[in-house]
């Protein structure tokens, strides 16, 4: 199984600030597998980067993914109030094939 | 525009089989391009994917190591819906479970991938006597 480290656990940051989210892959995978999600407080997680680097619609383009083999990361830059969330990476692949995410970082004020 | 209605009781008793539906309306379950998710959460296990369904020409399900044996995702047509059957369940099942869609997209290397676009709201369910 291909294990998601997602780091840091907890970023705090204001509004107006960048936010660098990191997501390591236990085995080098290929980007189009590899995507983002957010979720806010009591609700579903909203698919937010597909592929590595393709922004979901309604995202702006503050959010930006970026990386391949084994490092990816979420950029999310001038922060707004609303921004501030729990972000979530996720691959497909391995044998047999799933999805596994990452432990989560939560983005708070 | 997909959208995904979740049913099911929110409370199981231990040894029972958790059973969720989730129906779906702007889509047809038998999409060639469509794959059907059932993913739970948890404080202690976070986002867990379970198994999907989908349709090729004819019907294939992908499931979770952690629950295979256990598990069985089915599509009825008929009622254009997609269902979740967990058997055997403990406490260790309580959580947020979610019904997803998703549609095939093409990648880099000329693979298709699938990306969770649509989420049910969640079904809470507790395993508890």
């Known amino acids: 199984e291909i294990v998601l480290t997602q780091s840091p656990g907890t970023l705090s940051l204001s509004p107006g600030e960048r936010a660098t989210l990191s997501c390591r892959t236990s085995?080098?995978?290929?980007?189009?597998?590899l995507a983002w999600y957010q979720q806010k407080p009591g609700q579903a997680p909203r698919l937010l980067i597909s592929?590595?680097?393709s922004r979901a619609t309604g995202f702006p383009d503050r959010f930006i993914g970026s990386g391949s083999g084994t490092d990816f990361t979420l950029t999310i830059n001038r922060l707004e109030p609303e921004d501030f969330a729990v972000y979530y990476c996720?691959?497909?692949?391995?044998?047999?094939?799933?999805?596994?995410f990452g432990q989560g970082t939560r983005l708070e004020i | 525009q997909v959208q995904l209605q979740q049913s099911g009781p929110g409370l199981v008793k231990p040894s029972q089989t958790l059973s969720l539906t989730c129906a779906i309306s702007g889509a047809s379950v038998s999409d060639n391009s469509a794959a059907w998710d059932w993913i739970r959460q948890s404080p202690s296990r976070g986002l867990e994917w379970l198994g999907r369904t989908f349709y090729r020409s004819q019907w294939y399900n992908e499931y979770a190591l952690s629950v295979k044996g256990r598990i069985t995702i089915h599509a009825d047509t008929s009622k254009n819906q997609f269902s979740l059957l967990l058997d055997s369940v403990t406490p260790e099942d309580t959580a947020v479970y979610y019904c997803t869609s998703s549609m095939a997209v093409p990648g880099l290397d000329h693979l298709f991938y699938y990306y969770m676009d649509v989420w049910g709201k969640g079904t809470t369910v507790t395993v508890s006597s």
């Open positions: 085995q080098t995978i290929s980007s189009s597998s």
């Open positions: 996720q691959q497909y692949g391995g044998s047999p094939p799933g999805y596994t």
């Open positions: 592929g590595a680097s």
